[in-house]
């Protein structure tokens, strides 16, 4: 789907650059790549993050990265540590407590292309080559690995993962990574704690999940 919508972004460039091109034709190839995004729209995300409220009930949300899905975490543990007293809220301070969502990006950035500006930088495209090599600052030995993620047309995709390095505090994965841009503007690295105890199985999809020790994010285009 995604390199359909690659083509159609060519085609539509070429359409605007033809002095005999036409809007109709430009319209009708901007109606199919928002076909195609909504489609990445509905089954991009395929993560699972489930949340328990204390009257046991569960909701399950489906997210595109692992990243995002740790900072979901994050900031809910954040919120756990604070001494939260049940409240009932007025009209006006839910107005204002939901308008406050909207300077969460990854709450109202939805990952569509075709509506964007024409001058708007629409990523990059082709090889990038990443070398991971080393990391240090943990506090205790454990057993490492990376993962690297890049955008690819608003969505986060993973596509290279580190061997991992045993028992240490300080990892020397040196592991080269050609990595296929497709209108990308970030890469993110993720760095986990590699769990073997088959005991500490997740209750929800009965996995062992890996623990994310460090994370971060570089511009690239």
Not at 21 to 48: C, D, H, N, Q, V
Not at 97 to 107: A, I, Y
Request: aromatic share 10%.
């Amino acid at each position: 789907m995604k390199a359909k919508i690659s083509v159609l972004k060519s085609e539509i460039q070429k359409e605007k650059k033809s002095n005999k091109g036409s809007s109709r034709a430009i319209e009708r190839l901007k109606k199919k790549m928002f076909e195609y995004e909504s489609w990445l729209l509905l089954f991009s995300p395929t993560i699972p993050f489930r949340i328990h409220n204390k009257n046991g009930k569960s909701y399950l949300f489906l997210l595109s990265s692992d990243y995002e899905r740790s900072e979901w975490r994050e900031a809910i543990q954040k919120l756990q540590k604070k001494d939260l007293q049940a409240f009932a809220l007025s009209s006006l301070e839910l107005q204002v407590l939901t308008g406050s969502c909207f300077k969460l990006r990854t709450v109202h950035n939805m990952p569509i292309i075709s509506n964007k500006d024409d001058d708007e930088s629409s990523g990059l495209y082709g090889f990038l080559h990443v070398i991971v090599h080393s990391a240090k600052g943990f506090s205790h030995s454990a057993n490492l690995y990376c993962t690297l993620e890049v955008d690819s047309f608003g969505y986060f995709v993973s596509k290279a993962k580190t061997r991992v390095f045993r028992d240490t505090t300080e990892p020397e994965w040196n592991e080269e990574f050609e990595i296929e841009l497709e209108g990308s503007q970030y890469l993110r690295i993720l760095c986990y704690e590699k769990c073997y105890d088959k005991s500490k199985l997740n209750k929800d999809n009965n996995e062992i999940v890996d623990k994310i020790v460090g994370k971060g994010q570089i511009q690239v285009g």
